[in-house]
C-alpha cells in the first residue's frame, strides 16, 4: 500500500485558514487522495477527496500538486469543531478499495 | 436518512471466548468495510464485503471473520478472543464496487473489552 506523511500536530487559531499538508510520493496513478477526519470519540467522518484537480466542497477544499506526489487539505475558516485527527489516505481501486490509515494529523483550534 | 449503525455499543467477553458484532449500512449502500481501532495502533482494515462476498481483507488472523446477508447488513465474528483483541470495531457502508469513488460512511463502533 502506497503510503503518507503528515506532520504529528498543528494548532491554528479559531476563524483563521488551516493548511494541512500531505506527502505520498509513491502514489501510483490510479490512487485517489482522500482526507478523512476524526472527531473525539467518534468514527471517522469523510471531508473529501480527489484524483488529479482541485476540489472543493461544503467542508474543505483538496489542493492537489501538479506530480501529485504532494496534497493540502484546506479548512477556509477554522471553527472549534474542526478540532479533530485528520487523516490523509490513498485508496486504490478495482478491489483495493480499503482505506488505510496512517497515523494523521492531531489539529488544535485555539479560541 | 439513518446512518450506519452497530450493536452492541459495548461488548465485555472473557479470553477464549467468541464475540459477534452487527452492522446495518446506510440504505442503499452495498460495501460494508470492518476496521479495527486498538489503543496506539490506529485504525487498521480488517474486512471488506460487497454484494455478499468478501472482497478484501486486512492482515488479521482467520479467527477474526464475518459474512454479509442479503440485506447488506454485516456481522463481524472473532473466535478465541485474545486481550490485545480489546479495541473499539467500526463499521463503514459505501455505495458500490468501485469504492474509490465514494466516501465510506461510518458507524459509532462497538467497543469490545476481553478481560
Known amino acids: 500500500d502506497a503510503k503518507t506523511t503528515q506532520p504529528n500536530s498543528m494548532e491554528s487559531n479559531e476563524e483563521e485558514p488551516v493548511h494541512l499538508p500531505c506527502n505520498h510520493s509513491t502514489i501510483s496513478g490510479t490512487d485517489y487522495i482522500h482526507w478523512y477526519r476524526q472527531l473525539p470519540s467518534q468514527g471517522p467522518e469523510y471531508v473529501i477527496h480527489?484524483?488529479?484537480s482541485n476540489v472543493n466542497n461544503r467542508m474543505a477544499s483538496l489542493a492537489i500538486a501538479e506530480d501529485r506526489k504532494s496534497s493540502t487539505l484546506i479548512l477556509h475558516r477554522a471553527t472549534l469543531r474542526d478540532a479533530a485527527v485528520y487523516y490523509c489516505?490513498?485508496?486504490?481501486?478495482?478491489?483495493?478499495?480499503?482505506?488505510?490509515f496512517g497515523t494523521g494529523t492531531r489539529l488544535t483550534i485555539i479560541p | 436518512e439513518a446512518g450506519v449503525t452497530q450493536s452492541p455499543t459495548h461488548l465485555i467477553k472473557t479470553r477464549g471466548q467468541q464475540a459477534t458484532l452487527r452492522c446495518s449500512p446506510i440504505s442503499g449502500h452495498t460495501s460494508v468495510y470492518w476496521y479495527q481501532q486498538a489503543l496506539g495502533l490506529g485504525l487498521q482494515f480488517l474486512l471488506w464485503y460487497d454484494e455478499g462476498e468478501e472482497r478484501n481483507r486486512g492482515n488479521f488472523p482467520p479467527r477474526f471473520s464475518g459474512r454479509q446477508f442479503p440485506n447488506y447488513s454485516s456481522e463481524l465474528n472473532v473466535n478465541a478472543l485474545e486481550l490485545e483483541d480489546s479495541a473499539l470495531y467500526l463499521c463503514a457502508s459505501s455505495l458500490g464496487y468501485s469504492g474509490s469513488l465514494y466516501e465510506q460512511y461510518f458507524g459509532p463502533g462497538t467497543r469490545l473489552t476481553v478481560t
Open positions: 489516505i490513498l485508496r486504490g481501486n478495482f478491489g483495493n478499495e480499503k482505506l488505510t
Open positions: 480527489g484524483l488529479t
